[in-house]
Nanobody
Framework: EVQLVESGGGLVQTGGSLRLSCAASGFIFDKYAIGWFRQAPGKEQEGVGCIANSDGSTVYTDSVKGRFTISSDNAKNTVYLQMNSLKPEDTGVYHC??????????????WGKGTLVSVSS
């Protein structure tokens, strides 16, 4: 059974940093792409970024480029989302998502329950 468990959310001031973790189990880690989506209050879900564990390639949405970094520790089956220079508009529930494939263009079928990030102004 595929399981994705997020941690690391919390309350931070504008300009601060947080690191989210996604502990994955139930699948062959380096054969999957793992990404992050966020859901802000009253807004649609937004893809934040993704890492293809086969080669470590990453993609990001424009609004977080240069501020967020996704990395992967294949030995620990864990993906991280390092978030720097946080803004109030980064507030939301962050979900870890996964899909089988060697690129981030695959369907991300599996979702974690999410962790809340709140950025105060």
């Amino acid at each position: 059974e595929v399981q994705l468990v997020e941690s690391g959310g919390g309350l931070v001031q504008t300009g601060g940093s947080l690191r989210l973790s996604c502990a994955a189990s139930g699948f062959i880690f380096d054969k999957y792409a793992i990404g992050w989506f966020r859901q802000a209050p009253g807004k649609e879900q937004e893809g934040v970024g993704c890492i293809a564990n086969s080669d470590g390639s990453t993609v990001y949405t424009d609004s977080v480029k240069g501020r967020f970094t996704i990395s992967s520790d294949n030995a620990k089956n864990t993906v991280y989302l390092q978030m720097n220079s946080l803004k109030p508009e980064d507030t939301g529930v962050y979900h870890c998502v996964a899909g089988e494939g060697t690129t981030c263009s695959v369907d991300l079928d599996y979702w974690g329950k999410g962790t809340l990030v709140s950025v105060s102004s």
